[in-house]
């Protein structure tokens, strides 16, 4: 046997205790004996939260996901609830997704609430993430968990948690609940279940949560423009087909081709590399499908239908996949429109976005005399702002990773309003003659011409989070004082809440919670974005460029040079 660390050796050793079930001290002994590498990742730090919730590995260790890990998180935030409701009858909600174990530990997770006396209001099979955050409201629950991993690859699961509101844990009650988890021991888990205070749900809250969905996400299409659009649709293996074909059915769209060889929830998700609509391979064959059948638009979904890819034509009539920035700038400005239209934007109203997305959101949403408030990464800060800012209306939020929100009646981004949404743009820019592609030139020519590109670092395990750790230090320790030739102007460091103005030499505090992100913009308008992930074991940097846009003409030719700034950035940081 090789050497093990004795801290390490004290962590393995405490789940070789008869707490623990005979096949997980087996696994951990053959561990030991054979595999010393798997037993250091498995066991050198406890899961932690991220801005997707908890998500990691399967398997057996307290850096994996198992119904241990869980279990001591579903105890610790039963505790906080008995705590911070002591004379309430505490309900929650539970759903789950697609992948590998989720209905199992869904269960686990049920049966823990249940021993500790609270309701549980459980989905009798797989439902997307955002019918969780209504469900949770409309059944006036005290918090939601859903087990998903999202787009993470298929040996990945995870917990998310979600609070009164419908919206994901944020400050003060996520370190506080991380807290009260920590401090609990693995023996006081209370695994027995209560089964009467389990009720499984499924078609009735459906029914309700779809016809939401249409409320929320129809503007005025007539019959006809939404019998014309031609939709290509695609799960992804995920969770979405329980309710995106239905939603559109309902809402009057007649069109909707399916891509079949992916319509079947399946947690190793057979047809693709990455079930990511950010990764174009993802959408391969529902494009292709849409060749076939002269497609107007194709959507694709993530696994928990949270986050969603939109393909439309370009002025070629070639389909053309849209990043999260140029959807979401669409989206808002359709909603924009239709509340300028319906004369109710009086100054009250807000849209919310993200401080790696596109710079462009600001500027849009100035035209519309809108306020766009921006947040931390993750979609749980843009719920946070409906919460903080209970007197404004919240129009719509979006952020550049495929997430858009419409209203408030879910607090997460949604992918099944957002895809009725998305058929609602193209349904009524095809019955005017134009191509939803030539309106986001229009408001390229309107507001500026702003282009950006995601580059992700993929480093896995214990080196490749030292790695990541070791490029953020570097990256403080040595700031950027210029990029492709443009001298940095200003230096936002949102782990240490400072703004350096270098034109004015002053400094200024950030004054939203800590984050270990970095952003630099520079002299010719540009803004690089630099932070960790999350949810994956990445480093992300995000590069901003734009420019004028005289006319439909300069289209193309304006966006080569703003792609060659964007090489020549990413040349000039080694990253390409």
Known sequence: MKHIDPQLLERVNSWLTPTFDNDTKTYIKNLIANDT??????????????????????????????????????????????????????????????????????????DVFSANGIKVFLFEDLRPTPELSFALKHLNCHCGIVLTASHNPPEYNGYKVYWQDGGQLVPPQDAEIIAEINRLDYSEIKFEANESLIQYIGKDIDDVFINESIKNGSFNTSAEAKKNLNIVFTSLHGTSITAIPETLKRAGYTKVHIVEEQREPNGDFPTVKSPNPEEPEALKMAIELAERVDGDIVIGTDPDCDR???????????????????????????????????????GNQFVGSTIVSTPMMSVLTKAYHVECKIGLTGFKWIAKMIKDFPTMDFIGGGEESFGFMVGDFVRDKDAVTS?????????????????????????????????????????????????????????????????????????????????????????????????????????????????????????????????????????????????????????DMKLN
């Open 37 to 110: 590498k798997e037993l250091q990742e498995s066991f050198y730090k406890d899961l932690e939260f991220g801005t997707g919730g908890m998500r990691g590995v399967m398997g057996i260790g307290t850096n994996r996901i198992n119904k241990f890990t869980l279990g001591k998180n579903t105890q610790g935030l039963s505790n906080y609830l008995h705590q911070q409701f002591p004379s309430e009858e505490i309900k929650v909600a539970i759903a789950f997704d697609c992948r590998h174990n989720s209905k199992t530990l869904a269960k686990v997770v049920a």
């Open 308 to 346: 969603l890819g939109v393909v439309v034509r370009n002025l070629e009539g070639e389909l053309v996949i849209l990043n999260g920035n140029q959807t979401m700038i669409l989206m808002t400005n359709f909603l924009l429109k239709q509340w300028q239209k319906n004369n109710k934007i009086n």
């Open 419 to 571: 895809t009725l949404l998305a058929c609602e743009i193209a349904a009524q820019a095809k019955e005017k003659g134009i191509s939803v592609y030539k309106e986001l030139i229009e408001l390229y020519i309107e507001h500026g011409f702003y282009k950006e590109r995601l580059v992700s670092l993929t480093k896995k395990g214990i080196e490749g989070a030292q790695e990541i750790k070791q490029m953020m230090v570097d990256a403080r320790e040595n700031p950027l004082e210029e990029v492709n030739g443009s001298k940095v102007i200003r230096v936002e460091d949102y782990q240490l809440s400072i703004i350096k103005d270098f034109t004015t030499g002053k400094e200024s505090v950030i004054d939203i919670p800590k984050s270990n992100v970095l952003i630099y913009y520079t002299e010719d308008g540009s803004k690089i974005a630099l932070r960790p992930s999350g949810t994956e074991p990445k480093i992300k940097f995000y590069i901003s460029v734009n420019t004028s846009l005289a006319n439909m003409a300069a289209f193309q030719l304006t966006e080569q040079k703003l792609e060659t700034r964007i090489d020549a950035i990413l040349k």
